[in-house]
């Protein structure tokens, strides 16, 4: 029908007002296999099979898409990088596994709410605990604190 010319004169409309198009974008290339991925996942294995390929495209994106940006902008960064994220995962793990295994099904709205925000505080001091930044910080006061 007219979609490809459509999507031509869209694209060259786009370009002459200076846009990055999703298509011709840094992330074209991960809509273009995302959106067939879920659907596709979504059709022959219904909800779960969409989120396991929505799941699959962001650990490609994780594991691809991070690599070539830090090869581009900052080199040598990656293996730091995703150190840091591994000691962050394995940081929240028992928290996760923890609420996994909880049965929460006894409880009532406001008793949720408050594991639920319990859960989230502990990951989210979980978190901060293990970031250099604030390693590094802690040594510092530690090190004033010490020689005072």
């Excluded at 099979?49 to 994106?61: S, T």
């Amino acid at each position: 029908m007219c979609v490809r010319p459509c999507l031509a004169s869209v694209l060259r409309a786009g370009r002459k007002r200076g846009f990055v198009t999703a298509l011709e974008g840094q992330y074209g290339l991960f809509f273009i296999l995302l959106a067939p991925a879920v659907l596709f996942g979504g059709i022959h294995l219904g909800a779960v099979g969409a989120a396991y390929a929505w799941a699959g495209m962001n650990f490609l994106l994780l594991f691809g898409w991070v690599a070539i940006v830090h090869r581009k902008f900052i080199p040598g960064i990656n293996a730091s990088w995703y150190r840091g994220l591994a000691a962050r995962i394995a940081a929240l793990t028992p928290v996760g596994l923890l609420l996994s295994f909880a049965d929460l099904t006894s409880c009532s709205r406001i008793g949720l709410f408050f594991v639920l925000s319990g859960a989230w505080l502990a990951m989210a001091a979980l978190t901060i605990a293990v970031s250099p930044i604030i390693q590094r910080r802690a040594r510092h006061l530690a090190g004033r604190l010490v020689l005072n």
